[in-house]
């Protein structure tokens, strides 16, 4: 199988900063975080007006570096674009990321033949384009990023955006629950590669097992339907679409010169194609999530344990209304609840409402291990709570977690719901220690397999929509 082009030019042996300054500004933001990564090839600060920048010699152009140069960063002004491109002709670049902006997107004809124009000299150089109009890559296991402070380890979660702030959102959103990226790519106005090329090559890429993608418009429907359709029979696909309604089109117009269709035909080819649709980051992040923890799942039935009263009851709605079949308790497991001497066998049901216990005698634990063991659950979802009174009752996470017998529900799907904060005390220090003890909860979880979601909602909703994505990749 050929290489994929971006595969050489995302492993590049030296970068080149046209544009970097020394005092703050987004020049010096791109020189940063490869410094502070500890980017393992060369870097080279291009500015005329200094010598020096972060301790690093610098070059009045491309072309005057003694060394070679194989990637460009360029934050100069689109009017400097043009020169320096020649430029980096002359030096044998191979890529250039154009975070420089002001092109097609602004709407005015001359902006948008200086982008033409641009593309065209690249191509004669044969070099290679990213944006414009972008963050460019972030690459934690090239110690490539375009902002400090992001992850800097490795994951297996590919994501596309074409927005620069969404992609700095959903990686902050993503990191917090617990996943990594193997690459993540702002592309903006899309002027060479574009989100199909993109797609393309994170199908094929080792490193990569799901998917993300945040898009205004698509350069070539047919090109990207295909592509999206051949990329989902091995990997899922989660796409946030930009540029909705009416509002948001004009939107998508001015920030990537995108043009944004119907959403009822991008509904459909999303859905035809195989792949998953979010209505916003926060979806695209649960369901990655759940791809990322989960094994494939293909049944909708579910077991629901830990919840208390009410919530048991929304607990029902909601898995029904996301799409989850909340299936009665079967009597086997009522039988085993007996023969257990478990004094509310003939009263409990699904969702299991922890609050009717009699006694301590039968917890969360093992209402999950029971239904683990049960052919007729698909998947079960348990709430994780940690009520205190006065901070009576302080656990470690390792105790806490005991109790939900992680180790004995014979691999079955499990999504945590998590409580937020504590209840119960006006005490800070209880309050902080509640904070600390779930922050670890949630790690001890996801260090289990176990990925956590805030409401009972956004985890049925994220698991249904794992699961649609398994029927019908088997459908095909």
């Known amino acids: 199988m050929a290489t994929h082009p971006l595969e050489e030019i995302l492993h590049p042996r030296s970068i080149a900063v046209v544009g970097a300054s020394g005092g703050g500004g987004r020049g010096s933001g791109f020189l940063a975080p490869l410094v502070e990564l500890g980017y393992r090839g060369q870097i080279y600060p291009v500015n005329p007006k200094y010598t020096e920048i972060m301790g690093i010699k610098a070059y009045a152009s491309v072309k005057d570096i003694p060394g070679v140069v194989d990637y460009v960063i360029s934050s100069v002004p689109a009017s400097q674009v043009l020169g320096m491109i020649s430029d980096s002709a002359a030096k044998g670049v191979k890529a250039i990321h154009l975070y420089t902006a002001r092109f097609s997107e602004t709407g005015?004809?001359?902006?948008?033949?200086?982008?033409?124009?641009?593309?065209?000299?690249a191509r004669r150089a044969g070099i290679r384009l990213i944006g414009p109009n972008c963050m460019g890559v972030y690459y934690p296991g090239q110690?490539?990023?375009?902002?400090?402070?992001?992850?800097?380890?490795?994951?297996?979660?590919?994501?596309?955006?074409q927005s620069g702030s969404a992609i700095h959102e959903i990686v902050d959103m993503a990191a917090q629950r617990g996943l990594r990226f193997s690459k993540a790519i702002s592309y903006g106005n899309a002027l060479d590669f574009n989100e199909s090329d993109y797609l393309e090559y994170f199908a094929q890429d080792s490193e990569t097992n799901v998917i993300m993608m945040y898009i205004e418009g698509v350069r070539d429907g047919r090109r990207f339907y295909d592509t999206l359709r051949r990329t989902t029979a091995t990997k899922p696909v989660i796409i946030v679409k930009g540029g909705r309604g009416q509002s948001g089109i004009r939107a998508t117009a001015s920030h990537t010169a995108s043009l944004a269709g119907s959403m009822q035909v991008w509904e459909t080819m999303v859905s035809q194609a195989g792949a998953?649709?979010?209505?916003?980051?926060?979806?695209?992040?649960?369901?990655?999530?759940?791809?990322?923890?989960?094994?494939s799942i293909s049944g909708r039935r579910v077991g629901v344990a830990g919840g208390a009263g009410g919530s048991s009851v929304l607990a029902a709605d909601l898995c029904e209304?996301?799409?989850?079949?909340?299936?009665?308790?079967?009597?086997?497991?009522?039988?085993?609840?007996?023969?257990?001497?478990?004094?509310?066998?003939?009263?409990?049901?699904?969702?299991?409402?922890?609050?009717?216990?009699?006694?301590?005698?039968?917890?969360?634990?093992?209402?999950?291990?029971?239904?683990?063991?049960?052919?007729?659950?698909?998947?079960?979802?348990?709430?994780?709570?940690?009520?205190?009174?006065?901070?009576?009752?302080?656990?470690?996470?390792?105790?806490?977690?005991?109790?939900?017998?992680?180790?004995?529900?014979?691999?079955?799907?499990?999504?945590?719901?998590?409580?937020?904060?504590?209840?119960?005390?006006?005490?800070?220090?209880?309050?902080?220690?509640?904070?600390?003890?779930?922050?670890?909860?949630?790690?001890g979880l996801m260090a289990a397999g176990v990925p956590g979601y805030p409401s009972i909602e956004r985890a049925a909703g994220a698991a249904s929509k794992l699961i649609g994505y398994y029927q019908r990749r088997e459908s095909r």
């Open 108 to 121: 005015r004809k001359e902006a948008a033949d200086l982008e033409k124009e641009i593309l065209n000299q």
């Open 143 to 161: 110690r490539i990023s375009f902002s400090s402070g992001m992850p800097t380890e490795s994951g297996s979660v590919g994501l596309a955006s």
């Open 276 to 295: 998953v649709s979010a209505q916003h980051p926060s979806e695209l992040v649960d369901v990655a999530t759940a791809f990322h923890f989960l094994p």
């Open 321 to 443: 209304e996301a799409g989850l079949d909340v299936i009665p308790l079967p009597m086997e497991i009522r039988e085993e609840m007996k023969a257990q001497g478990s004094p509310i066998w003939d009263w409990i049901g699904n969702p299991a409402d922890m609050s009717i216990r009699i006694d301590r005698s039968w917890d969360t634990g093992e209402m999950l291990k029971i239904m683990a063991g049960n052919p007729n659950f698909d998947l079960l979802i348990t709430f994780v709570h940690a009520h205190f009174h006065g901070g009576q009752g302080k656990v470690s996470a390792e105790t806490f977690l005991e109790q939900y017998r992680l180790n004995e529900l014979n691999n079955k799907p499990l999504l945590a719901v998590m409580e937020e904060r504590g209840q119960g005390s006006n005490n800070d220090d209880d309050h902080t220690w509640f904070r600390e003890l779930m922050e670890e909860v949630k790690a």
